[in-house]
């Protein structure tokens, strides 16, 4: 049978359909099957031609998968590009600001004072002792046979346990904070999807590491006593999940370089 697309396949079907539906000889036996062949051939005309319209040329199963990946890529350049180029212009203001200080007394004595909080609202690196802490998926799957038959939600690690732990060090007395290096400061928020973390806009893949500054004992002390993070150690001991603590003797967490996200602020006295 001959295919083809548009108007010339309609006018093929239509001819066919209305030959078989016209009235027989005297005598030639009209079978069913001749009724029902036309009427076949008529809904493939249409079907053929729906498809033809619908796929415009393309095809219709094709796996747009590639162009979605492409898509985030060129978006997280064009971030990144972003984030470069405003890095740059709060370096020249900072410029301009300090030099305006030199001579204007009002600037200076504004400047010393914002000085003073960058330390604490986490816009300068600080260095010192502490604890770095790592959480990582089970290199177990579900179905594997082995033992307390795990879900694919015991298997990875979720936004409750990462801040299970940011929660319990800022409780042990931790100075400052990086998550996968990455500083963290007020306005800071932890959100997985999936075992994806988002930190500022930024997608991080497990291990996730979390670094503070403190007192060694003290941040360990918190961890033991908090319970999300002992959850998380029992489902380690269940499932295979990774968990591991280390001392650092001097660690340096990275100054914030971002985007606050305030439009206004009030400094508590």
């Known amino acids: 049978m001959e295919y083809t697309t548009g108007a010339p396949s309609w006018r093929l079907v239509l001819q066919r359909a209305l030959g078989g539906l016209r009235p027989r000889r005297p005598g030639q036996r009209q079978r069913g099957w001749s009724i029902g062949v036309p009427l076949i051939a008529l809904a493939a005309g249409l079907l053929f031609t729906t498809t033809a319209t619908t796929a415009g040329g393309t095809a219709l199963r094709d796996d747009r998968r590639p162009q979605l990946a492409q898509l985030i890529a060129d978006k997280r350049d064009r971030l990144a590009d972003r984030e470069d180029r405003a890095a740059v212009l ?13 001579v204007d007394e009002p600037v200076k004595l504004a400047r010393q004072r914002v000085d003073g909080m ?47 732990v940011v929660n319990a060090l800022w409780a042990g007395g931790a100075e400052a904070m990086s998550i996968m290096d990455v500083r963290v400061i007020s306005t800071s928020a932890v959100r997985c999807v ?14 996730f590491k979390i670094t503070a500054i403190g007192e060694p004992t003290a941040l360990h002390r918190a961890l033991e006593s908090a319970g999300g993070v002992q959850q998380f150690r029992a489902a380690v001991a269940d499932y295979g999940l990774g968990y591991q603590e280390t001392v650092e003797r001097n660690v340096t967490v990275r100054a914030y370089d ?8 009030r400094v508590v006295e």
């Open 90 to 102: 709060r370096g020249e203001v900072d410029q301009d600001t300090a030099r305006l200080a030199e």
């Open 118 to 164: 960058r330390g604490p609202a986490g816009f300068t690196a600080l260095s010192g002792p502490g604890l770095t802490v790592v959480l990582n998926d089970s290199s177990r799957r579900v179905g594997d046979g082995g033992p307390n038959n795990p879900r694919n939600d015991d298997l990875v690690v979720h936004q409750g346990d990462v801040q299970a």
């Open 194 to 207: 999936g075992n994806t973390l988002l930190l500022h806009g930024q997608p991080f893949s497990p291990p």
């Open 258 to 265: 971002g985007s606050s996200d305030l439009r206004s602020a």
